[in-house]
């Protein structure tokens, strides 16, 4: 998979969480077997046809890194980021088992910020909203940490 999902410019809850369970997915034995989503295998193939562990890495992380900035130029930013922060909100059950629950918390923010990079100003507005959330403030913490740096250094950092 080079490109990244259809969807359309409002994603529903639904959509956002199979891609952000399709970019948490570890690259593990049933992905190198052929199985496993998309997004794993892509990054599988891409670690393996490097040829170097870190090189690997690097390589597949900035190819689902880029999948992740062309989605979120397709999508509007405003209820795009307002159903991300609902997640963040109540995310489902599934999300808080670890070790899963960091790779999926970790493609959450990293949507935040894709997103956020389109409308930083609202984005600021509506994450500030939610920095002292039990649940959410984590996550929106560090969206807007990683937002600040990613504007200072013109969106590098993903």
Same mark, same amino acid.
């Given at each position: 998979?080079?490109?990244?999902? +259809?969807?359309?410019?409002?994603?529903?809850?639904?959509?956002? +969480?199979?891609?952000?369970?399709?970019? $948490?997915?570890?690259?593990?034995?049933?992905?190198? !077997?052929?199985?496993?989503?998309?997004?794993?295998?892509?990054?599988?193939?891409?670690?393996?046809?490097?040829?170097?562990?870190?090189?690997? !890495?690097?390589?597949?992380?900035?190819?689902?890194? $880029?999948?992740?900035?062309?989605?979120?130029?397709?999508?509007?930013?405003?209820?795009?980021?307002?159903?991300?922060?609902?997640?963040?909100?109540?995310?489902?059950?599934?999300?808080?088992? &670890?070790?899963?629950?960091?790779?999926?918390?970790?493609?959450?923010?990293?949507?935040?910020?894709? !997103?956020? &990079?389109?409308?930083?100003?609202?984005?600021?507005?509506?994450?500030?909203?939610?920095?002292?959330?039990?649940?959410?403030?984590?996550?929106?913490?560090?969206?807007?940490?990683?937002?600040?740096?990613?504007?200072?250094?013109?969106? &590098?950092?993903?």
């Amino acid at each position: 998979m080079t490109n990244p999902p +259809l969807t359309s410019p409002h994603p529903t809850r639904d959509e956002l +969480l199979a891609f952000l369970d399709a970019l $948490a997915e570890p690259v593990g034995p049933w992905v190198f !077997v052929g199985y496993g989503g998309e997004i794993a295998r892509l990054r599988h193939e891409t670690m393996e046809a490097a040829g170097d562990t870190f090189a690997g !890495v690097f390589a597949a992380t900035s190819r689902v890194d $880029a999948m992740v900035h062309e989605w979120a130029s397709r999508v509007d930013p405003g209820s795009t980021l307002e159903r991300l922060v609902d997640i963040a909100v109540a995310p489902p059950v599934r999300a808080d088992a &670890q070790p899963l629950a960091d790779a999926w918390t970790d493609a959450l923010c990293d949507l935040l910020v894709a !997103v956020a &990079q389109r409308a930083p100003t609202e984005a600021r507005a509506l994450l500030g909203r939610y920095v002292e959330h039990a649940t959410a403030g984590p996550v929106v913490t560090e969206a807007l940490a990683l937002l600040d740096d990613e504007l200072a250094t013109g969106g &590098q950092l993903l």
